[in-house]
């Protein structure tokens, strides 16, 4: 079995502040994680993903997370925030396999004030 | 390429009827999925399509069937609707599974009354 945790349903920052969305996994095999971003009234797209390459993965805006598999996390981070980073984040997980499903987990919405 | 295309984008149902989700890709992906997305529940598997002519069940399947068409087209039928089923459809593909990504359909907004 699969899942994912997030913590925070919300998360409130500054414009130019670190963002921090925390993601917790449990996985019986190598998981492959991801990140993805949904914007306001559309469908989610890619921000990064980890396959067992290097254990930091950067993505797209800027962003990027860390595989750490001792605290079985993989949390997604950016320097500084921007406007147009206020959207909601999904961490999601999957391993290998031609019938491998991703689930999902149940968001974090991040709000970037100024 | 329009990528993954879903219709309609909205819907309003009674109780009772049935309508059928319609998703096509152009991408030649194998793996097709449905998903619905409800406030602070994220989104949940419905049911998912390895390959062509595979169907498997997700972790919400009750009360929808699918149909594998053919490699381009997955549809999602609700026979009978409830309002428990009104929420935000999203259809995905990917070219096989693990690490591969998700293409997302643009949703459909269902309501059930």
């Known amino acids: 079995a699969q899942s994912v945790t997030q913590l925070g349903s919300h998360v409130s920052v500054s414009e130019g502040a670190l963002v921090l969305l925390r993601c917790n996994y449990s996985?019986?095999?190598?998981?492959?994680l991801f990140w993805y971003v949904q914007y306001p009234n559309q469908g989610l797209q890619l921000l990064l993903k980890?396959?067992?390459?290097?254990?930091l993965v950067k993505g797209i805006n800027g962003f990027e997370a860390e595989f750490k598999k001792s605290e079985t996390s993989f949390h997604l981070t950016k320097p500084s925030a921007h406007m147009s980073d206020a959207a909601e984040y999904f961490c999601a997980v999957s391993h290998t396999g031609t019938a491998s499903k991703l689930t999902f987990g149940t968001g974090t919405r991040l709000q970037v004030t100024l | 390429n329009a990528g993954v295309t879903q219709t309609p984008k909205f819907q309003v149902l009674k109780t009772g009827q049935s309508m059928t989700l319609q998703c096509a890709q152009d991408?030649?992906?194998?793996?097709m999925y449905w998903y619905r997305q409800d406030p602070g529940m994220g989104l949940r598997l419905i049911y998912y399509?390895?390959?062509?002519?595979?169907?498997d069940k997700g972790e919400v399947p009750n009360g929808y069937n699918v149909s594998r068409l053919n490699k381009r087209e997955f549809s999602l039928r609700l026979e009978s609707a409830a309002p428990s089923q009104t929420s935000v459809y999203f259809c995905a593909s990917r070219r096989t599974a693990g690490g591969e990504k998700l293409f997302f359909g643009s949703g459909t907004q269902l309501s059930v009354l």
């Open positions: 996985s019986s095999v190598p998981p492959y």
């Open positions: 991408m030649n992906h194998n793996s």
């Open positions: 399509s390895a390959s062509e002519g595979t169907t």
């Open positions: 980890y396959t067992s390459a290097a254990t």
